[in-house]
């Protein structure tokens, strides 16, 4: 079985996970500084806050936002539930901001027809999505919100170990926060786990007390002693964790090559399949950290569903995935917001799948998975 992504774990990665569970710390210890030492290293960002997840790591950045009730935040309708969920964890209300049907990424003129619709809220906040690891132009989102006053948390999850413009995605040049995610299916695994970047010291600082119960301690009042002044979470990493994830940053630069010599073969491949079956749009590279492969099909004119094209492809032992239902469009928001008329959004979802896409791939698997699309869509 060939699945849609994979995470790759060497022996090396094994041995220094057990090196952790045979010392004395298996959670907080001093894999977390390493770890977020290694990340502000890789993003050139000052600070980088370590935590359970990606989904923790939009709740810290919300969070250290200030978002309460009354607030809002324009989020992109097509990304993973989480990245709206951080926005409602704070009782703030999500504004979902249309995408290019082409390359799914919200661009400038979806923030501002989003912020028409903010209506008595007050707008705190845009969260841009780098979606399959193909980069949103920040720069050009920046020029709408450094004149409104509004921060910007860009969700990186797809996009760690990238570089666009000269910098590598997460330096916060535009962006107040970025956020990354570990989970196995990302670029590099951490088996849970995420992470908050920023220049940002106060925010980071929040983010931290905010990772452990909202705890200071007060040494001054006794060894033991701590005071709460605000309502924290454990969000907490731990030191295996953080083992794991050092070993594999290790190798981040061989698997971003890796993922992009395979998506440049897909597109080679795929070229003779146009225009049933569309490439991927590449924009906005200099070293791209691709996440997904995610082309467009044209299913009406293939005459068969997708449905039927992801069952025929797992029968040929090909996993593929649908890389999102817009967001806006799922029960609790449709009950919150009423309908949306998103069409970017659900005219990139009508056509997207995502291929397999991990670096332990070869180039014959690539040509396999290729070469049975061509079978199923009969082309
Ligand atoms: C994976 C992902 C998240 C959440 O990360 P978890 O570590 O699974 O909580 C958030 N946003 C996007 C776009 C993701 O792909």
Redesign the pocket.
């Known amino acids: 079985m060939i699945p849609y992504g994979r995470q790759s774990i060497d022996e090396d990665d094994i041995a220094a996970v057990v090196k952790v569970l045979e010392g004395d710390f298996l959670t907080t210890g001093p894999k977390i500084a390493e770890f977020e030492k290694a990340i502000c290293d890789e993003t050139h960002a000052k600070h980088a806050v370590v935590c359970s ?4 790591a ?1 709740h810290l950045a919300s969070h250290a936002l200030g978002l309460t009730h009354g607030d809002a935040v324009i989020v992109p309708s097509l ?2 539930l ?2 709206a969920n951080a926005v409602r964890y704070c009782d703030a209300e999500v504004i979902f901001a249309d995408v290019n049907p082409d390359t799914g990424l919200m661009e400038r003129e979806h923030l501002e027809e989003a912020m028409s619709r903010v209506g008595d809220h007050t707008l705190r906040a845009v969260y841009p ?1 780098h ?1 399959t690891g193909q980069c949103v132009d920040l720069a050009a989102l920046a020029e709408v919100t450094d004149y409104h006053g509004i921060r910007m948390v860009a ?1 990186g ?2 996009a760690f170990g990238g570089e666009v413009d000269g910098k590598p995605v997460g330096a916060c040049v535009y962006e107040d926060m970025t ?1 990354f ?3 196995p299916v ?1 670029t590099i695994a951490a088996g ?3 992470t908050v970047v920023t220049n940002d010291e106060h925010a980071a600082e929040k983010m931290r007390r905010f990772r452990s119960h909202g705890m200071i301690p007060t040494p001054d009042e006794g060894p033991w002693a701590y005071e709460m002044p605000e309502l924290g979470y454990n969000y907490r990493l731990t030191d295996f964790q953080c083992a794991l994830a050092i070993s594999q940053m290790k190798k981040l630069e061989r698997f971003v090559a890796r993922r992009w010599e395979l998506a440049h073969l897909y597109d080679q491949l795929l070229e003779s399949l146009a225009p049933l079956v569309k490439r991927p749009v590449h924009e906005h590279y200099d070293k791209p950290a691709l ?1 997904l492969y995610a082309p467009r099909f044209d299913f009406s004119t293939i005459g068969k569903s997708r449905a039927d094209v992801m069952n025929e492809l797992r029968a040929h032992g090909i996993g593929t995935q649908v890389h999102y239902i817009p967001v806006h469009t799922q029960p609790y928001y449709r009950k919150r917001y009423g309908a949306l008329d998103l069409r970017g959004a659900e005219d990139y979802y009508r056509h997207t799948l995502s291929l397999p896409l991990y670096p332990a791939m070869s180039d014959d698997d690539v040509a396999f998975v290729v070469g049975r699309i061509k079978e199923v869509i009969g082309a």
């Open positions: 997840n990606g989904t923790a939009l990304t993973f989480a990245t999505v979606l969700d999850a797809h956020t995610s570990f989970h990302k849970e786990g995420g996440h």
